[in-house]
C-alpha cells in the first residue's frame, strides 16, 4: 500500500541541526511534487518546502529560508529536509506530502491538497 513514514525527528537545542528523512513505499515519487510542512497546535499548517515535479523548482517559506534545505533521492525512493540553526519557533509536528500534480509546489503550497501523507514526526527546539 502507499505509504510515507519520517523519520529523525528529537528534542535539540538552539542552533542545532537536525535531518528529517521521509521514505515512500507503494508508489515512486519520480512524478510527484513533494513537501514538507509544519503545525503547531492551534495553529494552521505551515508550508515549509517543496519541490516541484514538472521542473524542479523548490519553494521555502520565508521563516526557515537559507536554514532548511529540500532533497530528494530517486534511487532511494527518499524526500529530506536538513534543518541547520533551529530556532524554538521551528518545534513543530513536521509532515512529508507528495501530489501526483506536478505543479504543486509554489509560495501557496499550504493550501493545496496532497495526496499522500506520512504520520509525522515531532521536533522539539529547547535548551
Known amino acids: 500500500q502507499v505509504q510515507l513514514v519520517e523519520s529523525g525527528g528529537g528534542l535539540v537545542q538552539p542552533g542545532g541541526s537536525l535531518r528529517l528523512s521521509c521514505a515512500a513505499s507503494g508508489f515512486t515519487l519520480d512524478d510527484y511534487s513533494v513537501g514538507w510542512f509544519r503545525q503547531v497546535p492551534g495553529q494552521d499548517r505551515e508550508g515549509v518546502s517543496c519541490?516541484?515535479?514538472?521542473?524542479?523548482?523548490?519553494y521555502y517559506a520565508e521563516s526557515i529560508k537559507g536554514r532548511f534545505t529540500i532533497s530528494r533521492d530517486y534511487v532511494e525512493n527518499m524526500i529530506y529536509l536538513e534543518m541547520n540553526s533551529l530556532k524554538p519557533e521551528d518545534t513543530a509536528v513536521y509532515y512529508c506530502?507528495?501530489?501526483?500534480?506536478?505543479?504543486?509546489?509554489?509560495?501557496?503550497?499550504?493550501?493545496?491538497?496532497?495526496?499522500?501523507w506520512g504520520q509525522g514526526t515531532q521536533v522539539t527546539v529547547s535548551s
Open positions: 519541490i516541484r515535479a514538472a521542473n524542479g523548482a523548490t
Open positions: 506530502a507528495a501530489d501526483s500534480l506536478r505543479h504543486h509546489c509554489s509560495s501557496s503550497v499550504a493550501t493545496y491538497t496532497y495526496e499522500y
